[in-house]
T-cell receptor
Framework: EDKVVQSPLSLVVHEGDTVTLNCSYE??????LLWYKQEKKAPTFLFML????IEKKSGRLSSILDKKELFSILNITATQTGDSAVYLC??????????FGTGTSLTVIP | GAVVSQHPSRVICKSGTSVKIECRSL??????MFWYRQFPKQSLMLMAT?????????EQGVEKDKFLINHASLTLSTLTVTSAHPEDSSFYIC???????????????FGPGTRLLVL
């Protein structure tokens, strides 16, 4: 059965801390892995990863994929209160199907 | 970046009525759109895949006669919740697939969502 597991489920840190969010997957015919940030409304796109070992960066956020070990991490450095959100990982499988993890709820305390 | 809009953003209706939600890709053509629902503090659940010009593909357990999907153009898909009941109250989100360049890579962009409350 195809599945995507995110950990931890929730995380509380102080401003300035660095966090690492994990996403592991078992998906047949893997095509891509996407990271999203969800605040009060719909998810907003962060990264798309298709190749192992190539880090993608956007400001304080970065992500990398390991297709051999079937996981990805999302790093956030120097966290700010505006980073508080649910971070979703989605893995594209065969056809149009995307499998979502349950998300990691991040709270950044001032 | 790619923009997807949804309308309405919030709707309250009486039990037994039908509600239509629109999803538009504003600056790209989306041959495929997806409809999700999300309950509080839960992840997205795919309801159906909507392909332009053909019938939608529904996920197991989703009633196609209750959740009518129409994808009449490359930029518009609609979800109609027919004879809505309180248990249909949820956050409905659409997304559109933007196929970029070669290699079959694509990214999903989400609309802002529609919060439905059925009284």
């Amino acid at each position: 059965e195809d599945k995507v597991v995110q950990s931890p489920l929730s995380l509380v840190v102080h401003e300035g801390d660095t966090v690492t969010l994990n996403c592991s997957y078992e998906v047949t015919n893997f095509r891509s892995l996407l990271w999203y940030k969800q605040e009060k409304k719909a998810p907003t796109f962060l990264f798309m990863l298709t190749s192992s070992g190539i880090e993608k960066k956007s400001g304080r956020l970065s992500s990398i994929l390991d297709k051999k070990e079937l996981f990805s991490i999302l790093n956030i450095t120097a966290t700010q209160t505006g980073d508080s959100a649910v971070y979703l990982c989605a893995v594209g499988g065969p056809g149009n199907q995307f499998y979502f993890g349950t998300g990691t709820s991040l709270t950044v305390i001032p | 970046g790619a923009v997807v809009s949804q309308h309405p953003s919030r709707v309250i209706c009486k039990s037994g009525t039908s509600v239509k939600i629109e999803c538009r890709s504003l600056d790209f053509q989306a041959t495929t759109m997806f409809w999700y629902r999300q309950f509080p503090k839960q992840s997205l659940m795919l309801m159906a895949t909507s392909n332009e010009g053909s019938k939608a593909t529904y996920e197991q357990g989703v009633e196609k006669d209750k959740f009518l999907i129409n994808h009449a153009s490359l930029t518009l898909s609609t979800l109609t919740v027919t004879s809505a009941h309180p248990e249909d109250s949820s956050f409905y989100i659409c997304s559109a697939r933007d196929r970029k360049g070669g290699g079959g890579q694509e990214t999903q962009y989400f609309g802002p969502g529609t919060r439905l409350l059925v009284l």
